[in-house]
Nanobody
């Protein structure tokens, strides 16, 4: 059983910072790309940032220069450092990871999601 557990959300004033963490646990053989998505009320879920197992990163245009994604491979953890937060960053943030696990004697790959953590930025 594999799960992603997020932490670090909360309420912050505009211009402030928050750091999100997401730890993967369970019968993990390997982890590929990891990322953060967000969903604001009435909007579709969107990619915020992603990082490959090799460290290549990708950001949504709206967060470039303000957010930084990183990962600690030995800890199976991905982070999202969010600076200069704006009210429009308010959303539920979801961790995402492509994880290889062993099913019997076969490796299988599946996409996993965290439960989501609320980030609220007040004006």
């Amino acid at each position: 059983q594999v799960q992603l557990v997020e932490s670090g959300g909360g309420l912050v004033q505009a211009g402030g910072s928050l750091r999100l963490s997401c730890a993967a646990s369970g019968s993990i053989f390997a982890i590929g790309a990891m990322g953060w998505y967000r969903q604001a009320p009435g909007k579709q879920r969107e990619l915020v940032a992603a990082v490959t197992s090799g460290g290549t990163t990708n950001y949504a245009d709206s967060v470039k220069g303000r957010f930084t994604i990183s990962r600690d491979n030995p800890k199976n953890t991905v982070y999202l450092q969010m600076n200069s937060l704006k009210p429009e960053d308010t959303a539920v943030y979801y961790c995402n990871a492509w994880i290889t696990y062993v099913d019997g004697s076969r490796p299988r790959v599946r996409e996993y999601w965290g439960q989501g953590t609320q980030v609220t930025v007040s004006a």
